[in-house]
C-alpha cells in the first residue's frame, strides 16, 4: 500500500529521485538486456520476471528497473537493504509475503539492496520462499554475483550485468530533468553544449551522480538579468567535484591511442606523460589502469607473466586508497609494462582459438577423452609417464592446429 504521505513533500526529494523513470518507456540504458526482443524485456512484458539479480556500477539503474518491474507484475515490493536488515527482517518479509499470496494469489517483489553484503544465514533463511514462488528475489549489487554471493541463491537467479550509460543516454536524462516540471524547469536553467557534455562524460557513466551535480549548480547559481540560471562548464566542474575536462572527445582518443601504443612501444616516459596528461584533465585513472591491464597480456604476455600482477594490482590500489596514492601503483604498472619485453603470441593464440570454436563448434571431442565411457579407458594419464605422452586432445578436423609456439631455449 503506498504511504499516505509519500508524495507530500515530493518537491523536497533529490533530484535523482524524482526523475527516477516509471516505465520500461522512461528507462534509459542498458539495451543489451532491455532493447526490443531481449529476453529481461521479454520477460517484464509478459509479467513473469523470475528471481533475478543486476549487478553492476552504481547509478546504472539497477534499483529504477527493479521498481518497475514490480510496479508493473501488480505485485506487493518490498526493499531492503543488506547492510542494515538481519535474518529476523527478512522472515517477517516472508511471512507476510506467504500470507498474501495464500489470501490473495498476490505475489511479492523483494528488492535487495547491496546484495553481497548477505551472509549465508541470511540467504538460506530465504531459499524456501523462493522455491515455493511466493517471493521473487531482486537484488542489486555493484559486486559479480559468482563469487560475492552464496552459489545457493545465485542459482536460483538469472543474473543481468548492468553498464555504464553511455553519454547520449545521461545527455537525455538531463535534458529531461532540465524541462520536466517534477525536475527542475521552474529555475529556468541554460545549459550549453560544453556543460553538458561535462555533465554527461565526467560522471562516468553514473546517471545520479550527473543530476546531483546538476541540481548542485540550480541550486547555488544566481539568476541573470534576464532570469536565468545559466551553469557552465566551469560551474558543472565544481558541482561534481572534479576537475574541468579540458579534453573534447577527438583529443581523448588521441591521447588514450598515444599512451596505448606507448605501452607496446616500450617507452615508459611517453605512456606517463600521456597518462597523466588524462589524469590532469579529469579522466578516471581507473581508465587507465584497465588498459595497462589489457596490454599486460596483449602485448606482454607469457614473456612476463608479473606484468598483469602488476596491473591487476594497480586498479585495485585506484579503487582502494584512491588518488593520489593510487597514482603510484598505476605509475609502477605502466613502467613495469612499458619495460617488459613484448610477446602477442597470447593474442595470437586466443584469436585462432576463438575462430576455430565457433567455425567448428560440433566436432567430436576424441573417445578417449570423453567422460566415463568404455573408450575412456584408453586415456592416458600423462604422470604415469613422467609428466607428458604423445597424444591427440583435439577433434581429428584440429589435430594439426597450434595456436601457441614455444620458443626455443637460447
Not at 523536497?12 to 523513470?21: G, I, Q, S, V
Not at 562524460?201 to 547555488?220: K, Y
Not at 576537475?243 to 582518443?253: R, T
Not at 601503483?329 to 570454436?357: F, G, H, W
Amino acid at each position: 500500500m503506498e504511504n499516505l504521505f509519500e508524495n507530500l513533500h515530493n518537491d523536497k526529494k533529490p533530484l535523482a529521485e524524482r526523475m527516477r523513470p516509471s516505465n520500461l518507456d522512461e528507462f534509459v540504458g542498458q539495451k543489451h538486456i532491455l532493447g526490443q526482443g531481449k529476453l529481461l524485456r521479454r520477460l517484464i512484458e509478459a509479467k513473469r520476471v523470475p528471481s533475478c539479480i543486476f549487478y553492476g556500477p552504481p547509478g546504472t539503474g539497477k534499483t529504477t528497473l527493479a521498481r518497475i518491474i514490480a510496479d508493473s507484475s501488480n505485485a506487493n515490493f518490498v526493499k531492503l537493504n543488506a547492510i542494515s536488515s538481519g535474518v529476523a527482517d527478512v522472515k517477517a518479509v516472508i511471512e507476510k509475503a506467504k500470507s498474501e499470496f495464500e489470501l490473495y494469489g498476490k505475489k511479492t517483489y523483494l528488492l535487495l539492496d547491496e546484495c553481497h553484503r548477505w551472509s549465508k544465514a541470511q540467504s538460506d533463511s530465504l531459499l524456501a520462499a523462493l522455491e515455493n514462488g511466493y517471493v521473487i528475489f531482486i537484488g542489486c549489487t555493484t559486486e559479480n554475483p559468482s563469487y560475492s554471493m552464496t552459489k545457493a541463491i545465485v542459482s536460483r537467479c538469472s543474473v543481468f550485468e548492468f553498464k555504464r550509460l553511455g553519454i547520449e543516454d545521461v545527455k537525455s536524462v538531463l535534458n529531461r530533468a532540465i524541462n520536466s516540471e517534477e525536475g527542475l524547469k521552474i529555475y529556468n536553467l541554460k545549459l550549453d553544449e560544453d556543460a553538458l557534455t561535462y555533465f554527461a562524460t565526467a560522471c562516468g557513466g553514473d546517471v545520479r551522480s550527473a543530476l546531483n551535480g546538476l541540481e548542485l549548480g540550480a541550486i547555488t547559481t544566481s539568476q541573470n538579468k534576464n532570469g536565468e540560471i545559466v551553469i557552465s562548464k566551469e560551474i558543472a566542474a565544481e558541482c561534481l567535484q572534479k576537475k574541468n575536462l579540458s579534453l573534447n572527445d577527438d583529443v581523448y582518443y588521441h591521447i588514450l591511442s598515444a599512451f596505448c601504443k606507448s605501452l607496446r612501444g616500450s617507452d615508459s616516459t611517453a605512456a606517463l606523460y600521456y597518462a597523466n596528461r588524462l589524469i590532469e584533465a579529469g579522466i578516471e585513472p581507473q581508465v587507465l589502469a584497465r588498459r595497462t591491464i589489457a596490454h599486460a597480456s596483449e602485448d606482454v604476455g607469457l614473456s612476463a607473466p608479473n606484468a598483469l600482477v602488476q596491473a591487476c594490482c594497480a586498479l585495485y590500489a585506484l579503487d582502494n586508497l584512491g588518488m593520489p596514492e593510487g597514482n603510484l601503483a598505476l605509475t609502477q604498472a605502466i613502467i613495469y609494462v612499458c619495460e617488459s619485453p613484448k610477446d602477442n603470441r597470447v593474442v595470437i593464440a586466443k584469436d585462432m582459438a576463438i575462430d576455430d570454436a565457433r567455425n567448428h563448434p560440433d566436432d567430436n571431442v576424441p573417445d578417449y577423452l570423453q567422460n566415463h565411457t568404455e573408450a575412456s579407458k584408453k586415456y592416458k594419464y600423462p604422470h604415469d609417464y613422467g609428466g607428458y605422452v604423445e597424444q591427440q586432445y583435439l577433434p581429428n578436423s584440429l589435430k594439426d592446429r597450434c595456436y601457441f609456439k614455444r620458443r626455443e631455449k637460447k
